[in-house]
């Protein structure tokens, strides 16, 4: 039997949930293929304010707000050898959302593909594509067993790292000084500070790695470490001894965890980052960590994925009413989620410089710098030319400390307690 729609979503997670949700409230007929039966596991916690705005357009934030998520205030960004430094979402350049929350992903994603359902998106759960074809006229699936045919005038893929179209038609440009490796897991106990301050996603900078620490609801906290794939294969350990082992090496993440308890496995996951050389074809765009994957360290997958999703289903709401606008509407969205994709590229690659961290860790209250960096924190799209000027006055102060280190104190990053 065949079955036709307007659009076809592969893969259920936020860009999925958001992109199937604002097209079926538009009154489209969606369906969303996902491979595993949901609540499923995924690593991401930590999210920016930005993310409300699209929760917000998909109707969904009350049905969050009630998950009982951690609402969280900003972060925290501490160097091995002592240097600290927090901001606060509230601070942000002209800040309009002054909190996000710390999510289990398993109940987020789970709430947001059910909105989706309630929307009225046809949700296949169990059903994964692995394969299609792509014509001028639309697009034909063969979900789940083959059996079935599916054909829809247009298909997003939401398949986050499993990245369908990217794969088969070699799109992927991977960053080979990205090639990072995580080891993470959930803890109990964990000491955690009263107020605001408890609520801050933790980043540890070491020579060589950087650790996260992600209080969640109750007494749980998210712990990984991210180095650099090599030196994962060079420490010739299982996961579980190469995590206790770098933890144990840091006093700056290790003094919190005096009375941890390990309450989970630990996860090993490879993260290279990727950007597809293009988001979109005549009958297809990429969302998410479909169309390209940031390294994890300013928390803004969850965002991404949300956002492209929502400009995903905007452009594919202008297509279908007026196919003569098909190409501007989608020429706007590879601008406008390409330029978040790159600067958070840019970000990622320069947190690994010496030079960056110095700079951030010794912040010059100069020309609202902190607000504007607190901005880009917060998932601040850039777009205003006030917030323009001044990040590029912050790089220039990076560039400057790389060649004179007058800017800032020089950092060992080599482990002391504090
Ligand atoms: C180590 C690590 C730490 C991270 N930490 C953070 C963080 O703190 N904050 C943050 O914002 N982000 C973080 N991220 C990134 C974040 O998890 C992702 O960016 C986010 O989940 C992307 O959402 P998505 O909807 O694009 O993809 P996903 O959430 O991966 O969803 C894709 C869905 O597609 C389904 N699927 C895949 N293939 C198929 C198929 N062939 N057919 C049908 N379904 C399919 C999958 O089952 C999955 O449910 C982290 C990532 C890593 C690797």
Not at 192 to 215: A, C, K, Q, Y
Request: charge should be positive.
């Amino acid at each position: 039997m065949n079955e036709a729609f307007d659009v076809a979503i592969i893969g259920g997670g936020p860009a999925g949930s958001s992109a199937g949700t604002l097209l079926a409230q538009a009154g489209r007929r969606v369906v969303i293929f996902e491979r595993e039966k949901f609540p499923r596991f995924s690593v991401g916690e930590s999210t920016l304010p930005a993310i409300l705005n699209t929760l917000e357009r998909m109707g969904v934030s009350e049905k969050i707000e009630q998950g009982g998520f951690l609402v969280k205030h900003g972060g925290e960004i501490v160097s091995a050898c002592g240097q600290r430094v927090r901001f606060y979402f509230r601070n942000g350049f002209r800040a309009k959302r002054p909190t996000a929350y710390q999510v289990l992903r398993s109940e987020f994603d789970q709430i947001l593909l059910d909105h989706a359902a309630e929307s009225g998106c046809e949700v296949r759960q169990k059903t994964p594509v692995e394969s299609f074809g792509i014509d001028d006229e639309g697009v034909t699936l063969r979900p789940g067993n083959g059996k079935q045919v599916v054909q829809a005038r247009y298909v997003i893929d939401c398949s986050g790292r499993n990245c369908l179209i990217g794969n088969q038609f070699q799109l992927k440009r991977r960053f080979p000084h990205l090639r990072k490796f995580s080891l993470y897991a959930y803890y109990e106990d964990v000491r955690r500070e009263e107020g605001p301050n408890g609520t801050l996603t933790r980043m540890v900078r070491t020579r060589d790695s950087w650790f996260w620490m992600i209080p969640l609801r109750g007494n749980t906290t998210s712990i990984g470490v991210v180095m650099d794939t090599e030196k994962f294969k060079a420490l010739k350990m299982s996961p579980e001894r190469a995590l206790t082992q770098c933890v144990a090496e840091q006093p700056a993440v290790h003094q919190w965890m005096e009375k941890a308890r390990r309450v989970t496995d630990v996860f090993a996951t490879g993260d290279f980052s990727y950007r597809n050389a293009q988001l979109s074809g005549d009958r297809w765009l990429l969302a998410g960590d479909a169309a390209g994957f940031i390294d994890p360290v300013f928390s803004s997958g969850v965002y991404l994925a949300l956002l492209s999703g929502e400009q995903a289903a905007d452009a594919l709401n202008m297509a279908l009413d007026r196919p003569q606008q098909r190409a501007k509407a989608f020429r706007y969205y590879e601008r406008r989620i390409g330029r978040v994709l790159d600067i958070y590229l840019r970000w990622a690659s320069a947190w690994y410089t010496q030079e960056f961290i110095e700079v951030f860790l010794y912040p010059k209250e100069i020309f609202g710098l902190v607000p504007t960096v607190s901005a880009v924190l917060s998932g601040n799209e850039i777009r205003d030319f006030g917030m323009r000027w001044r990040l590029c006055i912050f790089h220039v102060l990076v560039a400057l400390q790389k060649r004179t280190s007058k800017i800032a104190p020089k950092l060992t990053l080599l482990p002391k307690a504090t």
